[in-house]
Nanobody, 124 residues
Framework: QVQLVESGGGLVQAGGSLRLSCAASGRTFSSSGMGWFRQAPGKEREFVAGISTSGAASGYADSVKGRFTISRDNAKNTVYLQMNSLKPEDTAVYYC?????????????????WGQGTQVTVSS
C-alpha cells in the first residue's frame, strides 16, 4: 500500500491560487492511478481530479475544469493539484488517494490508500 501525506492547504481570497502536494511513500507509487477528492461540511466526498501512472491521461470534475490542474512527478513520488481562480464553493478538506491500478477513477470506492486531508478555505 501507498502512504500519502497532503500539504499546501490554507486560507486564500476568492480569485487566488493554491498548490496542493501529496507525497507518497512506498515503491508502488509509479504504478498507482492517483486522485484528488474533496469534502465540504455536510456534503459527500466528491471527485476533483485524477491522473494515470504516466501522467498521459487526466480528468476533472466539471466544477473545476479549466481552473485546476493535476500533475505528478514519479521521480519525487509526488502528485500536485494546482488550483487557480478559487471560489468560496471550493472550500473543503482535500484528500489525495491512490489505487492499485494504472488508470484513475472518479469513484472514491476504487481507491485503497488515502491521505489525512488538508483544509482549503476560500474567503469571499
Amino acid at each position: 500500500q501507498v502512504q500519502l501525506v497532503e500539504s499546501g492547504g490554507g486560507l486564500v481570497q476568492a480569485g487566488g491560487s493554491l498548490r496542493l502536494s501529496c507525497a507518497a511513500s512506498g515503491r508502488t507509487f509509479s504504478s498507482s492511478g492517483m486522485g484528488w477528492f474533496r469534502q465540504a461540511p455536510g456534503k459527500e466526498r466528491e471527485f476533483v481530479a485524477g491522473i494515470s501512472t504516466s501522467g498521459a491521461a487526466s480528468g476533472y470534475a466539471d466544477s473545476v475544469k479549466g481552473r485546476f490542474t493535476i500533475s505528478r512527478d514519479n521521480a519525487k513520488n509526488t502528485v500536485y493539484l494546482q488550483m487557480n481562480s478559487l471560489k468560496p464553493e471550493d472550500t473543503a478538506v482535500y484528500y489525495c488517494a491512490a489505487r492499485s491500478w494504472g488508470y484513475y477513477s472518479g469513484s472514491s470506492r476504487d481507491y485503497n490508500s488515502w491521505g489525512q486531508g488538508t483544509q482549503v478555505t476560500v474567503s469571499s
